[in-house]
């Protein structure tokens, strides 16, 4: 028994994976109805745990009804969670271009393990109410990430810092310190 609809389940695993979590169940097994016998044993959803590259999930954007959840894997695809927090169906829109990626993505849905296409720009699809959509996504031909960037947080954390402060390069007039801190608060100071 389980207080969580089928959507919040799929959710709840969904995150457990992204976050590589050691995944243990506290049920009896011999009772487990097939539902649930299903949720724990999608090979593809294990795969994103259990990869080698040991990568929890991060947030890397949101939206009015969405939390996008991404993260790297160790085949140089990316595992993103398109997390509805809302109770009413919504159409999430997984932006490649704000995420740093360029060039087309073939993607895949891991839940239904079937192919969804080869995308660029962006990924769209109805989730419903406090589901999550669990894709996996791998660069096609030329694709990739802009600026060198290979680990999909990574840019996330850039793009946050970049919008707050751009940061100067090494040798301009402003690289040397911070002009709006304190004289106090400056390195050698």
């Known amino acids: 028994g389980t207080r969580l609809t089928p959507n919040e389940q799929y959710s709840h695993v969904s995150m457990w994976a992204m976050m ?63 997390l509805n927090l809302s109770p009413l169906e919504h159409e999430g829109k997984f932006c490649f271009v704000r995420q740093g990626m360029v060039g087309a993505w073939r993607v895949r849905d891991v839940w239904r393990q079937a192919e969804e296409g080869t995308f ?45 402060r751009p940061v100067a390069p090494i040798g301009t007039a402003d690289s040397d310190g911070c002009a709006d801190c304190p004289e106090k608060g400056r390195a050698g100071k």
């Open 20 to 82: 590589c979590a050691p995944m243990m169940i506290g049920c009896d097994l011999a009772a487990m109805d097939d539902f649930t016998l299903s949720l724990l044993t999608n090979d593809e959803v294990l795969e994103l745990n259990q990869d080698e590259l040991g990568a929890a999930a991060a947030p890397v954007d949101r939206d009015d009804a969405f939390w996008y959840w991404a993260k790297p894997m160790s085949d140089g695809s990316v595992a993103v969670a398109m």
């Open 120 to 164: 660029e720009k962006c990924f769209r699809a109805f989730v419903p109410g406090h589901a999550t959509k669990l894709i996996r996504l791998w660069p096609t031909n030329g694709a990739g990430f802009r600026g060198g960037v290979v680990d999909i947080r990574e840019n996330c954390w850039t793009r946050k810092i970049e919008a707050y």
